[in-house]
């Protein structure tokens, strides 16, 4: 007798990580791990290890775990998962093989993490997302340029500025945290919107901002927000102008990767790409918004209130999400501690080309043999 669908064994999927700054490169592996099997469980590292093996991170380990939980893809997080992924660790939670990118990872000493998995023949490779990495955005925060959002020709690449290893610019020679090149696509926003529109009867809610390296104060903002009602739409507003309204060289990430980042949280049901500063009417009516929320922070009134509307409909309210985490406070961290990163950047980027070299003389060994 065939076997039914009903009587298909589960397949368990073990991804892990530092998933530090979690960015939309992280949700896309997520999203592809997924797509292997029916669940998807997510090991974390502790700070511990992270700053053994890579550097310090940038988040604590109390915030990754809670903004890994916060990715639509994931059905469990394990935290304090080990450094090394061990046969031990996926037995332990019945996970059939280990998922990572194309990437490499290795430990302090130089050994693959992965290499007791790869042995079992438990191991599943997936393409790894270009064009974003934590290394690339903590390095687009020690030289704040401008580049990330220009327009035109250079909308899509980050330049160099100044003479650096930090990870973004074209003189960068790492293969996988090297210039960022992401290329935004149709196809990428369908992966990470769930297509689904609002059923008759939902209460819309409604939210815009920058959402600018998305974080955990974004993320408990949302999650009060959606339980403002049924369907969350989030705005976000064009580079231009968070950056008038923001100042400096902001956003750090451009509207593209900002699109995906919120898109991939699992409180948010729609995005509107490059939403208008002010809520205007016609935007109210053409979402059925019944109501529209901000956060705490000090709305900006340069061009005048930009709830203004909203507010004589009867239809805003303020909402405290209970955290005080800013882009600008993430930012600092990066700021104060600079040369323990700028030592991480230039130590992860001097150890993947030894590795991406000697793979390179590998093959073509194996070229010369063949």
């Known amino acids: 007798m065939s076997e039914t669908v009903n009587d298909k064994k589960e397949v368990r999927v073990w991804i892990d990580g530092c998933y530090d700054m979690v960015h939309f490169g992280h949700a896309n592996a997520l999203r592809q791990a997924k797509a292997l099997g029916d669940k998807l469980i997510v090991g974390i590292h502790n700070d511990a290890e992270i700053t053994k093996h ?7 380990q109390e915030e990754r775990y809670k903004m890994v939980k916060g990715i639509k893809w994931v059905d469990e997080v394990v935290e304090d998962a080990p450094y090394v992924t061990t046969l031990e660790t996926l037995d332990e939670y ?42 690339d ?22 330049g160099k500025d100044e003479p650096s290893k930090l990870g973004q610019d074209h003189a960068a020679r790492s293969p996988w945290t090297g210039c960022s090149q992401f290329l935004p696509t149709t196809q990428k926003i369908n992966q990470f919107s769930n297509g689904k529109p609002a059923e008759p009867g939902d209460k819309i809610v409604y939210v815009a901002g920058a959402f600018d390296l998305f974080h955990i104060g974004h993320l408990d903002f949302l999650e009060k927000a959606k339980e403002q009602g049924d369907f969350l739409i989030v705005g976000l507003h064009t580079d231009h102008v968070v950056n008038q309204y923001k100042g400096g060289n ?7 990767e900002r699109v995906l980042s919120v898109l991939a949280c699992k409180y948010v049901n729609e995005v509107v790409i490059g939403a208008p500063y002010e809520v205007t009417k016609d935007l109210i009516e ?17 061009h005048g209130d930009p709830y203004e509307i909203p507010k004589k409909m009867g239809l805003f309210k303020i909402i405290d999400s209970g955290n005080d985490m800013t882009t600008e406070k993430i930012v600092q961290r990066i700021i104060i501690n600079r040369l323990d990163f700028e030592k991480r950047n230039n130590k992860k980027e001097e150890k993947e080309i030894a590795i991406y070299e000697a793979m390179q003389r590998t093959t073509k060994v194996a070229e010369k043999c063949g």
Do not use: W
Request: aromatic share 10%; net charge negative; with cysteine.
């Open 250 to 256: 902001y956003p750090i990430m451009n509207l593209h």
């Open 54 to 60: 890579k550097g310090p991170p940038v988040f604590t």
């Open 286 to 302: 053409h979402f059925s918004v019944d109501v529209v929320c901000h956060g705490r922070t000090i709305i900006s009134e340069q």
């Open 94 to 135: 019945q996970c059939d093989y280990c998922v990572h990118g194309d990437d490499i990872t290795t430990t302090v000493d130089g050994y693959d993490t992965y290499h007791l998995v790869k042995t079992a023949k438990r191991y599943r490779e997936i393409q790894r997302t270009q064009g974003v990495s934590t290394t």
């Open 137 to 158: 955005l903590v390095g687009r925060m020690l030289l704040m340029t401008r580049n990330h959002f220009q327009q035109g020709e250079s909308e899509y690449s980050v």
